[in-house]
């Protein structure tokens, strides 16, 4: 099987020469093999090797290390410290008591060896390389589980006995999922199965672990069907419950859906691909289930974005956002109610924009398609196009108080004062009266303001 060239990037051919001169195994193996057999995109490159971490970091003295007991080297290839590939000798595990970590770790003889105790066949390939010439060649394809014939059937399915993968690294349930989602394959019976069997287990993950597979999937070309994977599957229950909640909540006449459908079709239709922002699509509305009063077409959801925002940054606790991550949830569940009024002034689309900050504008504007989409209307109107128009007009006006053209060393100088609360009081006045009209954020006029307002 011949490799394009560009398809090995220079980095990983360096590797690759280094193994091949001293003529020590090496397998690119993984989510990389993967990535080669099917022409997709290989964001980390993964290797497996029978020399042992000793011997490894013997080929590579002065950019290697090795932090770890699992036999995985780490290999600096390039002036950036956080340019690393890893390579691991092949190995055999014991137990897994803790359903993340093996016990014990023993090196391996063979790369069939190491194949067998991977999660899922399609990342139980193995693949050899030969460069030549800066041209590389495949010469040899290990596949012991039929990975190869579960790629070309979109099948995810685990390496032999599913519930032994499962509860030996119980993240693999989910990984199993937003592999699936990532892909657009489907889980094979049995696997699937045993996710449902087994999906209690994910409770003794870390949520660190658990939030990167969630963005993952989030990130993904078909997040709602990753979601609809994670509810099917029982795994949902132990992540999100509070989502569920919405299930059969129905709404008032401007809805189509239940609050649930409608949370996973407004995630189907947000346009933006930041995972906080496709996790707040989701959660948008969470808070409806908790506020809902009266029936049918009188039913009513008041406040249900106050609730909501606190259940969201709840829900982004456990999964261990930064704090930035947090807040950036907070605001776009907060404030994605918003109504785009075309009567509304200035200075009220300049209080939206400072409850949800400007870096947040697009991703909430996202949220309001996605919500739109999902509740069965057109994706925009005449009245959201002019307050995106608005949005834009309104920031290249005064926007804070150091958008005035006076300071607070004028009010100390004008009228004889100290720095004080005194100060910030008659700025934060003077800024008010020009947020209501900009025409007045001229000096000439604003330093005889400063006179009238003292005391």
Known sequence: MKIKKDEIPDKVKKIIRVFQKAKIELFVVGGSSRG???????????????????????????NSFYQNKFGTVSVVMG?????????????????????????????GKTIEEDLSRRDLTINAIAINFEIRNSKSEIRKIVDPSGGREDLKKKIIRAVGDPDQRFKEDSLRLLR????????GFIIEPNTFKSIEKNAGLIEKIAWERIQVEIFKLLSSKHPADGLLMLFNSGLLQHLMPELIQGRGVDQAKHHIHDVWTHAIETLRFCDSKNPVTRLAALLH????????????????????????????????????LSNKQLDKLWRLVRWHQFAPDE??????????????????????????????????VPKTSWRTDLFKKRLVEVQKQPFSVADLK???????????????????????????????????????YLMERIKKLEG
């Open 79 to 107: 002036k950036n410290k956080n340019d690393i590939l890893e390579i691991t000798t092949y190995r055999t595990e014991g137990r897994y008591s803790d359903k993340r970590r093996p016990d014990q770790v023993r090196w």
């Open 343 to 376: 009567n509304l002034t200035d200075a009220a689309i300049r209080r939206f924009i400072r409850r949800v900050g400007k870096e947040n504008l697009d991703d909430i504007l996202s949220i309001r398609t996605g919500d739109r989409v999902g509740s069965g």
């Open 36 to 62: 080669l057999l099917t022409k997709h995109r290989i964001e980390d490159w993964d290797f497996a090797t029978n020399a042992t971490p000793k011997q490894i970091l013997a080929l590579f003295p002065k």
């Open 176 to 183: 199993a999922v937003r592999i699936a989602t990532q892909l």
């Open 406 to 444: 006076v300071s607070g060393n004028d009010v100390m100088e004008i009228l004889e004062i100290g720095p004080g609360p005194e100060v910030g009081r008659i700025l934060k006045q003077l800024f008010e009266e020009v947020e209501e009209d900009k025409e007045r954020n001229k000096r000439k």
């Open 285 to 320: 509305d969470i808070g409806k289930p908790v506020v809902v009063q009266g029936e049918g077409e009188d039913r009513s959801f008041h406040n249900h974005e106050v609730v909501g925002a606190a259940i969201a940054k709840k829900i982004g606790l456990r999964l261990r």
